[in-house]
């Protein structure tokens, strides 16, 4: 079974840019939520979403924003880049099935540098 | 808001020796994960804890969930050098209001050097 794919990997972008990062969650996993990390501040929670639906955010400024597709894979959005995006980007995927204890699976992340 | 604090930040030890981390909450957690990231990889799961008091163990990995629900530790026995890394704690709250959905608050992460 695969698991949770982020592409890319890596980017570099320019400050003022935008950026569009893609994660595919593990087949059949529903709820897919985004995190940053950084050194400073740890892994911060960004959003959730579920059935192509927002059910969570976390305190990020709206230059952030997501996106979930039926085929329940997701892309997270950030607009006007600062120096201080550059982070590695998690999704996570679960299960989130009624009565069943779901765990959080990450993906590998992108690595965004801002500069 | 929820905070989580884990300790030690880093711990340097030999090859065959036991190691514990552990994670406390200002709030109640229904579930509390431990995870381990590699330089340049996402963080992979090791163990979920789903009841206060659960004592769960994954090969020569255990954890536990306090009976408060605030705390949780994990114990690696007989490290070897592939334990390196950095071991995160992260709990899930009751989703009250929809508040928790996907929402995972992590410990800063235990640094973890092992010596041959």
């Known amino acids: 079974k695969a698991g949770v794919t982020q592409t890319p990997r890596y980017l570099i972008k320019t400050r003022g840019q935008q950026v569009t990062l893609s994660c595919s969650p593990i087949?059949?996993?529903?709820?897919v939520s985004w995190y940053q990390q950084t050194p400073g501040q740890g892994l911060q929670f960004l959003f959730e979403y579920f059935s192509e639906t927002q059910r969570n955010k976390g305190n990020f400024p709206g230059r952030f924003s997501g996106r979930q597709f039926s085929n329940s894979r997701s892309e997270m959005n950030v607009s006007t880049l600062e120096l201080g995006d550059s982070a590695l980007y998690l999704c996570?995927?679960?299960?989130?099935?009624?009565?069943?204890?779901?765990?959080?699976?990450f993906g590998q992340g992108t690595r965004l540098t801002v500069v | 808001g929820q905070q989580l604090n884990q300790s030690p930040q880093s711990m340097f030890i030999q090859e065959g020796e036991d190691v514990s981390m552990n994670c406390t909450s200002s709030?109640?957690?229904?579930?509390w994960l431990w995870y381990k990231q590699e330089p340049g990889e996402g963080p992979v799961l090791l163990i979920a804890?789903?009841?206060?008091?659960e004592l769960t163990s994954n090969g020569r990995l255990t954890a536990q969930f306090g009976i408060t629900r605030k705390d949780s530790f994990l114990h690696i026995s007989a490290s070897i050098p592939s334990d390196v890394g950095i071991y995160f704690c992260?709990?899930?709250?009751?989703?009250?209001?929809?508040?928790?959905?996907?929402?995972?608050?992590f410990g800063q992460g235990t640094i973890l050097t092992v010596h041959p």
């Open positions: 804890l789903y009841k206060a008091g």
């Open positions: 996570a995927s679960s299960l989130d099935r009624p009565g069943v204890n779901t765990e959080a699976f």
């Open positions: 992260a709990g899930q709250g009751a989703n009250a209001g929809g508040t928790s959905y996907g929402k995972l608050t």
């Open positions: 709030s109640i957690f229904n579930t």
């Open positions: 087949s059949g996993h529903r709820s």
